[in-house]
């Protein structure tokens, strides 16, 4: 079976299903090119099923050709699906020095091996077609668009912020800077509520708390799926042992409704009474800045003992 040469995107800059991106200039491929291996799936445990060839770095994108092992009968099978268009897609088996920001790029990383895959973490890691060499490729992340002048750009920015078609480029810019404060503040909120119900998840034992910036990245990822599925957990738990935690802090984080870092404290188990200085700068800091009669009382306890 003659298999025609199918090259990849295997790479660009788009913000990954992880919530991060992987920066270009940071991603060493020495040793992926001495050993361009290919895997189905990343699973190592059904071999080898082909290779890949020039592999080459354009800007912020990696390419890459397709050979595949016409000697595997697994590796004919993908091969097929590849060239019917049934798979389409690549990921990349990375491994990074330094542990990728919650909510920025992963500077530094290695490229181990890439595989033929049903779903990328990386949407545009697919098969380049013929489009690809007339600049007509779509991000789905990013929505990147050639623009050949100036005008071409305020005509698509129209476009994206629903204005007049007459739009004046200040009224353009009044629309960019209220879109970025609306997208801050929804942020912002998102952020609040991702701390908020990752601690009431730790303080309930749902979770422990080793995993506390794992349970944020996947906030990062995917906000809507992960704050229900941790919203249904937190419930069931405190459905099963009311005594666990507050009533009224339950439903307020639960239900989306603002909570203070003092309500959040309120689920330790030792009494406010008995609280020291670190107690309160552990678990009600702005009550503690708020009120200077207990922050000097709880000094000087902290110093006289």
Avoid at 56 to 74: E, H, I, R, S
Avoid at 96 to 125: H, M, Q, R
Avoid at 167 to 187: M, P, Q, S, Y
Avoid at 194 to 202: D, G, P, V, W
Wanted: proline content about 3%; aromatic content about 6%.
């Amino acid at each position: 079976m003659a298999v025609k040469k199918q090259t990849f995107l295997i790479h660009d800059e788009s913000v990954n299903s992880y919530g991060f991106s992987i920066l270009t200039a940071g991603m060493d491929l020495t040793r992926f090119k001495q050993n361009p291996v290919m895997f189905y799936q990343h699973d190592k445990a059904l071999d080898v099923i082909g290779k890949w060839e020039n592999i080459t770095v354009k800007g912020t994108q990696v390419f890459a050709d397709a050979v595949f092992d016409m000697d595997d009968p697994l590796a004919i099978k993908i091969a097929k699906k590849v060239e019917n268009g049934f798979l389409n897609a690549t990921s990349l088996g990375v491994e990074f020095p330094e542990e990728p920001p919650l909510d920025g790029v992963a500077k530094k990383s290695v490229v181990i091996e890439c595989s033929i895959v049903a779903i990328p973490s990386n949407a545009n890691a697919v098969r380049v077609s013929s489009e690809l060499s007339k600049n007509t490729v779509k991000y789905n992340l990013y929505r990147r668009t050639y623009l050949k002048t100036p005008a071409d750009l305020n005509t698509k920015l129209i476009q994206l912020l629903d204005l007049k078609s007459n739009a004046k480029d200040d009224e353009i810019f009044t629309a960019i800077e209220e879109l970025k404060k609306r997208v801050d503040e929804l942020g912002n909120e998102r952020t609040e509520e991702s701390e908020n119900l990752t601690s009431l998840a730790i303080q309930l034992k749902i979770i422990p708390a080793s995993l506390k910036r794992v349970q944020l990245m996947a906030f990062k990822g995917d906000f809507v799926s992960t704050k229900k599925d941790l919203q249904a957990l937190i419930t069931e738990a405190t459905n099963k042992d009311v005594t666990r935690a507050n009533h009224s802090l339950i439903k307020s984080v639960v239900l989306g409704h603002k909570s203070t870092k003092t309500e959040l404290s309120d689920l330790t188990d030792k009494p406010r009474s008995e609280w020291t200085l670190q107690d309160y700068r552990k678990h009600a800091p702005k009550e503690l800045e708020d009120d200077r009669e207990l922050y000097n009382k709880l000094i000087k306890e902290e110093y006289n003992n």
